[in-house]
């Protein structure tokens, strides 16, 4: 119950902190200080309490765009198993409940793109739906990896205690399934090298340009959510990084929290160190991202098990 | 049956219902015929009547669901072969409740959409061919006997035939009716072939389960094969889909509906019946189908991907979704080659309600179009734009089967492809040493089907539904009539309906697994203890909750209430106009270019050369690969051969007339025993 309690209150409030310290990160490795790490939580409080100018061109689907897209990716986060903790809600196949939760987001956040009219949003929208295609094989590869070893069919098992010795029993198919889904993390959030968040170039930017008609507290809906996704991905990749048992309740949340924000700390080094990929070269990457877990779960299957 | 007088009363009426409402449904059309060619009435006593008809068989199916065994029903028959004999089981309960229901709000929707006052000469036509295709629709899932079952299956073709040419002054209606009616006929003649074998196996033209003695792995092969051919024409599982698009874009949109939504669902059940007639295949007929699954699914979505004619890319999408069915009875195949009772249950309860969801979000989606289609006298998605203003319903619904289409949540289509998930998730987990894990790649596959799914229709509803108009029409388009809508509400509801309450389809699908299973190694598990149906259920509704709420939530924020309206800013440039919108064919020019190997797209560039160029054009289209570049040709030379064989076409009738003089004395001479005779006059 207290667990439960915990992760929903963690689900909430934590994920715009992730967005401060991949910036504070990039701050540090460029050399300068960088803006505060809670200023997410101001924009987005601010962003709330604007007043909001609508184009005339949009329909109810323009709202509905970042409020629909928010609640799929709130309820998508209840399935995941934070701490290695079984998830508040968990039963058999609730992976492709998860999958297919952020597909509605995404179906979502497109249409309310289109419904501006403006061709920079529609080809926003149009990279945005392209490259999940490739991105989903990678997902379920690497998730059809963890259901071979953990012998589960929910998220819960598949990043719950069996995580540890799933490390011992086939570390190669592990690593090349944690570099797979770290792809999939920066593909699905729109990070770099797949799209720069702080770029203000229309004609290269994918989530960004998306919502380039949204302002106020639509705008801000949006932001949340996007950190809530990355809130979600960033969590199922730190249990795999870091599998830890301690044993001790009260050290779960701490080693949890703290692997999260590696996560996040490791997404601003790379994003100091990479430059965005030409938009041509992104499926290449993604394609690369599915050979991973594709060739991590085959591994799995000489294996007698 | 049970031995009390009330079970029994039941099972026959299970039985009888369907009957009634077949002959009930074949007639709707008829009385129109004595009446006025432009009267209402003719067009109201069909939709009644074919109501009439539908409710009974619905209720044949509830009454067959409830009792347990199935009635066997054998009628007087005057064919010295086959027989009458029809029995409402399981298998069949299940196929019959959308191939009634659908047909029957399609009738309603036809009121308006074909109504005897625009198509004066046409529709009295139309609703006759009408009934007799759905009264054969339902004999067909009836029929136990392999010649009943092929005199209404072609019923079913020739009556299909007729509605897809309806329009018979269109060039292209009777082109794709020729190729339907070729493709249509090349698949009767292997159900001839597979009626043969059945019947020298088995000994009869029923349609029972073979002993294996009766049919060895040989035999079985074939007769499964043929079956594979016959009613995977039907079905159009790829590569045999080639008369699929042109047919479904073609006919009215009712008429599109019903046979997307449910004709091709007639092969699925061929396919089912067939396979629970060969209780013990070997393991690759269940990888083939797999496979096939799983290459209709991809390929069919990236088709559908590129198309430009909102019809024909919906009639794409029937070939994905067949793929995604045929995906589970494949899975359930393998479950009964391994004796792996919830690779069956769940791999035949996955394709049986994904069988119901793309009936109902299918038909959805077909009459929203056609009502889209009645309003702007176009097919073309890039000359339509910002109908959600004009048609809000019309709008909503269709993005209800478009987000049911694409498999999310909270919606119908997300709960059969998540039993198919389930299925082939658990084919990487041994139980009793038995596992298949090659069947798992099939996961991923339906991750990119599911992706492909989204991209499509985001792409037809924005470049229908949302931005401004493409183009001026002579007045602005209005909402579609009431009884257009209906039917599409009735559908929205139903699919919203299985989406929050699937365990209200369990009965129909245990008993249908049940039915199939009979005659294998392990019976099919009950799917309420393998699925987490109850769970779908909650986030189903939590889904609804949160997103509602959020919504009404953000409606609040936004200020001041109504918001100030501005044209869209568009990064600041001041004066777009309608036509600088994304297009479809630009929204989806990235992956038909990734794609480019399978899809082979056709481009116009124009060559812009000089300084101030005059106006030039670009156009890309992408054709039907295989149709184009595999069969056409192959027909070609087909052809050339077969010109050879004229010499025996002469024109007199009288040559003809001795043709079959020789063929019978041959006939007869073959029943001589010659060789006993020849040899007996040697031995003298």
Avoid at chain 1, 96 to 108: N, T
Avoid at chain 2, 324 to 339: C, E, F, N, Q, V
Wanted: aromatic share 8%; glycine share 10%; charged share 10%.
């Amino acid at each position: 119950m207290i667990d439960t309690a915990v992760q929903v209150v963690l689900l909430l409030v934590m994920p715009p902190l992730l967005l401060g310290v991949i910036t504070k990160t990039k701050a540090a490795i460029a050399g300068r200080v960088g803006a505060p790490l809670l200023q997410p939580y101001h924009d987005i409080i601010k962003l709330l309490r604007k007043g909001s100018v609508l184009s005339r061109t949009t329909t109810w689907v323009f709202l509905a765009g970042p409020a629909v897209t928010c609640a799929a990716v709130l309820l998508a986060g209840l399935l995941v198993p934070m701490g290695g903790q079984p998830a508040p809600i968990r039963f058999a196949g609730d992976l492709i409940l998860f999958a297919y939760l952020l597909a509605l987001g995404r179906f979502f956040t497109t249409i309310a793109a289109l419904d501006t009219g403006s061709s920079f949003e529609g080809m926003g929208a149009a990279r945005e739906v392209t490259f999940a295609c490739l991105a989903e094989p990678a997902l379920f590869f690497g998730l059809l990896a963890l259901a071979r070893l953990t012998e589960g069919l929910s998220l819960s098992a598949f990043f719950g205690p069996g995580v540890a010795s799933a490390w011992v029993d086939a570390a190669p198919s592990m690593v090349l399934v944690l570099a797979g889904l770290f792809i999939v993390l920066l593909a699905e959030n729109s990070r770099i090298p797949f799209d720069d968040p702080n770029t203000h170039l229309e004609l290269t930017m994918i989530h960004e340009v998306m919502v380039l008609d949204h302002g106020g507290p639509a705008l801000g809906t949006v932001l949340y959510g996007a950190a809530v996704k990355l809130f979600v991905l960033s969590s199922l990749v730190a249990r795999l990084a870091v599998p830890m048992e301690t044993g001790q309740p009260l050290l779960r949340w701490p080693v949890f929290i703290a692997s999260v924000l590696m996560v996040a700390v490791v997404i601003g080094l790379v994003e100091s160190t990479m430059a965005r990929l030409r938009l041509l070269h992104v499926p290449n990457l993604l394609v690369g991202a599915c050979l991973l877990t594709g060739f991590g779960f085959i591994l799995l299957l000489g294996s007698p098990r | 049956m049970g031995g009390d007088p009330e079970h029994s009363l039941v099972s026959l009426l299970a039985v009888w219902l369907p009957l009634v409402g077949a002959a009930i449904v074949g007639a709707s059309g008829l009385p129109g015929l004595f009446l006025a060619r432009r009267s209402a009435p003719g067009a109201w006593t069909a939709a009644v009547l074919h109501l009439l008809g539908a409710a009974a068989a619905l209720g044949g199916a509830a009454a067959s669901v409830v009792t347990v065994g199935a009635t066997s029903l054998d009628l007087p028959w005057g064919l010295p072969f086959g027989s009458f004999r029809v029995e409402l089981d399981g298998l069949s309960a299940a196929f019959l409740v959308p191939l009634a229901l659908v047909p029957a709000l399609g009738s309603v929707y036809g009121l308006r959409y074909w109504s005897p006052r625009a198509h004066p000469d046409t529709s009295r036509k139309l609703r006759v061919f009408y009934g007799i295709l759905a009264a054969s629709l339902i004999l067909l899932t009836v029929a136990r006997d392999g010649v009943l079952f092929l005199f209404a299956w072609e019923g079913m073709a020739l009556s299909a035939f007729f509605l897809v040419t309806i329009d018979d002054r269109d060039d292209q209606a009777r082109s794709a009716g020729w190729v339907y009616f070729v493709a249509t006929h090349v698949g009767t003649l292997a159900l001839f072939g597979l009626l043969a074998a059945v019947a020298s196996a088995g000994g009869s033209f029923g349609l029972d389960p073979l002993p294996d003695t009766a049919a060895p792995l040989g035999v079985g092969t074939v007769i499964f094969l043929l079956g594979l051919i016959g009613f995977g024409l039907k079905a159009g599982i790829m590569p045999l889909h080639v008369w699929l698009p042109g047919a479904h874009a073609v006919a009215p949109s009712h008429v599109s509906a019903v046979l997307s939504g449910v004709v091709l669902k007639v092969g699925i059940y061929g396919l089912a019946r067939l396979t629970c007639m060969l209780p013990h295949p070997p393991v690759f007929w269940g990888g083939l189908l797999l496979t096939l699954g799983v290459v209709s699914g991809i390929v069919g979505v990236l088709f559908a991907v590129a198309q430009h004619d909102l019809k024909r890319l919906l009639a794409y999408h029937s070939i994905e979704n067949i793929g995604i069915i045929t995906m589970g009875l494949g899975l359930a195949m393998l479950g009964r080659s391994y004796g792996r009772a919830d690779w069956m249950a769940l791999g035949l309860g996955g394709a049986i309600l994904h069988v119901w969801n793309h009936a109902f979000f299918k038909s959805l989606l077909f009459m929203a179009a056609g009502a889209v289609i009645h309003r702007v006298h176009t097919r073309e998605i890039d000359r339509m734009g910002g109908l959600a203003r004009s048609m809000p319903i019309t709008g909503a619904l269709f993005l209800c089967g478009a987000v049911a289409i694409c498999g999310l949540p909270p919606l119908n289509g997300f709960v059969s492809e998540l039993l198919i998930y389930l299925g082939l998730l658990r084919t990487v987990q041994p139980i009793d040493g038995v596992a298949a894990a090659g069947a798992a790649f099939a996961v991923p596959a339906l991750a990119i089907i599911g992706a492909l799914a989204v991209a499509c229709f985001v792409k037809v509803f924005g470049a229908v539904f949302l931005g401004s108009p493409r183009e001026h029409h002579d007045a602005t388009p209005s909402e579609a009539p009431g009884s257009m809508l209906a039917p599409m509400l009735v559908l929205a509801a139903v699919c919203v309906g299985i989406g929050a309450l699937p365990a209200l389809a369990l009965p129909f699908l245990d008993a249908a697994a049940r039915a199939w299973s009979v005659g294998a190694h392990a019976e099919a598990l009950p799917l309420g203890l393998l699925a987490p149906l109850w769970w779908v259920s909650a986030l189903a509704g939590a889904t609804w909750l949160f997103a509602i709420l959020l919504a009404l939530g953000l409606r609040r924020l936004v200020r001041p209430p109504g918001a100030a309206r501005v044209g869209t800013w568009d990064c600041g440039y001041a004066a777009p106009s309608a036509r600088m919108q994304y297009t479809a064919s630009s929204f989806a020019q990235i992956l038909v270019g990734l794609f480019a190997s399978v899809l082979h797209p056709r481009e116009r560039r124009p060559r812009v050369g000089r300084l101030f160029p005059r106006g030039r054009s670009y156009s890309s289209h992408v054709h039907d690969v295989v149709l184009a570049e595999w069969v056409v040709p192959a027909v070609a030379v087909l052809a050339r051969q077969a010109a050879r064989l004229r010499i025996i076409q002469a024109g007199h009738i009288q040559l003809y007339i001795l043709y079959v003089l020789l063929i019978v004395i041959a006939l007869v001479l073959s029943a001589v025993p010659l060789l006993d005779l020849l040899r007996s006059l040697v031995t003298r």
